[in-house]
């Protein structure tokens, strides 16, 4: 069974109260976590925040893609033991693409165990559980303030 839908709303991603549909045309399946961390990586971009949770020794960030290496604002670590590699990225219209890229190069279910999303002061997404393996709980993305139309 598919489990799809043509249009999302996102709120809060572009101001306090204002809310945005998204319609691409195209189903999502949020059983489908690179598809849907890029959907909602495109639509949260523009002052967004990403944080990164795992084995990051394969993505290859550039500095001014990177804000910081530790937690910032919403964005905290969630796993206290073992200690893992943490970073939070610039989310913005050009910087999507290429982050998007070192994520699935490095194995969203294999070496990145968080993800996380917050715009505009509010946690879009997150914490996004990415590997069962690494995780004691199942993999089902949280997202606070996305909701199926």
């Given at each position: 069974?598919?489990?799809?839908?043509?249009?999302?709303?996102?709120?809060?991603?572009?101001?306090?109260?204002?809310?945005?549909?998204?319609?691409?045309?195209q189903p999502v399946n949020v059983r489908d976590k690179e598809?849907?961390?890029?959907?909602?990586?495109?639509?949260?971009?523009?002052?967004?925040?990403?944080?990164?949770?795992?084995?990051?020794?394969?993505?290859?960030?550039?500095?001014?893609?990177?804000?910081?290496?530790?937690?910032?604002?919403?964005?905290?670590?969630?796993?206290?033991?073992?200690?893992?590699?943490?970073?939070?990225?610039?989310?913005?219209?050009?910087?999507?693409?290429?982050?998007?890229?070192?994520?699935?190069?490095?194995?969203?279910?294999?070496?990145?165990?968080?993800?996380?999303?917050?715009?505009?002061?509010?946690?879009?997404?997150?914490?996004?559980?990415?590997?069962?393996?690494?995780?004691?709980?199942?993999?089902?993305?949280?997202m606070s303030s996305c909701s199926p139309i």
């Open positions: 069974m598919n489990v799809g839908y043509t249009s999302l709303e996102v709120s809060n991603c572009f101001g306090v109260g204002s809310k945005r549909e998204i319609n691409t045309g598809a849907l961390l890029r959907r909602l990586m495109d639509e949260c971009a523009g002052g967004g925040r990403l944080s990164l949770e795992g084995d990051l020794s394969k993505c290859r960030f550039t500095e001014d893609q990177v804000l910081a290496r530790q937690e910032l604002g919403l964005l905290k670590r969630n796993t206290l033991w073992p200690k893992l590699d943490f970073i939070v990225l610039r989310l913005e219209p050009d910087t999507v693409a290429p982050i998007f890229k070192q994520i699935v190069a490095a194995g969203l279910s294999r070496a990145i165990v968080h993800v996380q999303i917050e715009h505009g002061g509010t946690l879009q997404l997150g914490p996004m559980i990415t590997s069962i393996s690494n995780a004691s709980s199942p993999a089902q993305p949280s």
